[in-house]
């Protein structure tokens, strides 16, 4: 049993052998939950969660499946001539995913299409080589491979990340894009920060309604209160003061 993932109060593992498929955990009981995979599998990887739904990478044909909300598997293509999708990662609102024996990165563009990233990421020799496993790090989306055993980063458009915990209880969060920066403050305090290179586009503008508690991975799970968005950036200054006006709720 490999790479477990918690997904709407459940536990899921995958298995690396027959039957092919992944197990859900209740806190109860295991069961096996594989059983709607078509076409079957031998071995599935790691799953990620994207628009809400939890994900599955598989062997031998390198598919990807979603779970529906009736807990039945459903294809969702796979990148041409792999034969293992492998670590997957939701970054900056798309879902990317490792595979073998090529070790490229594909991302998902939607309609069962998989999009090569670059080229491959491992030169070293023998059969297989994996783009193995991926984390979100300073905004960007690494990936380390086999079986070379380097890392590599990939930077997609402007993202800034809070690379630790929150503290318990209450926090004042505050993003900013100034300029072609994106500034992110906790309790007041900027802890973060993104630039995008001179040569990127950098457009934010969209027709899309504005979903709030809602991201490209899952739904947000707690509360808010007092959201605000601003016409333009404000000061650092600015957002401390936003910060002390509700400073009694973090303390």
């Not at 529906?68 to 792999?82: H, N």
């Not at 590599?152 to 900013?176: E, F, I, K, M, N």
């Amino acid at each position: 049993m490999l790479n477990p993932a918690a997904f709407n109060g459940d536990l899921y593992m995958v298995s690396y052998d027959g039957p092919g498929g992944p197990f859900r955990y209740n806190s109860a009981e295991w069961a096996y939950v594989g059983g709607t995979l078509d076409p079957p599998i031998s071995q599935d990887y790691s799953f990620a969660v994207y628009d809400g739904r939890l994900h599955l990478s598989t062997w031998p044909e390198a598919h990807v499946y979603r779970m529906e909300d009736s807990g039945a598997w459903r294809g969702v293509g796979r990148p041409a001539g792999e034969l293992e999708t492998m670590g997957m990662m939701v970054y900056n609102g798309k879902l990317y995913v490792g595979t073998l024996p090529s070790s490229r990165v594909y991302r998902y563009d939607g309609e069962n299409r998989w999009t090569a990233v670059g080229e491959p990421l491992d030169a070293a020799g023998g059969k297989y080589r994996r783009a193995w496993s991926m984390a979100l790090y300073q905004g960007k989306l690494f990936c380390g491979t086999l079986p070379s055993g380097k890392v590599w980063s990939l930077q997609a458009g402007g993202c800034v990340t809070y690379d630790h915990a929150l503290a318990p209880g209450w926090r004042h969060l505050a993003a900013v894009r100034q300029g072609r920066s994106l500034l992110l403050y906790v309790d007041g305090a900027q802890v973060a920060a993104g630039t995008l290179p001179d040569d990127s586009p950098f457009d934010v503008s969209s027709d899309t309604p504005l979903q709030i508690g809602r991201g490209p991975g899952d739904y947000f799970n707690g509360y808010m209160r007092n959201l605000q968005a601003h016409t333009r950036a404000l000061s650092e200054a600015e957002i401390k003061q936003c910060y002390d006006k509700d400073k009694r709720f973090t303390e």
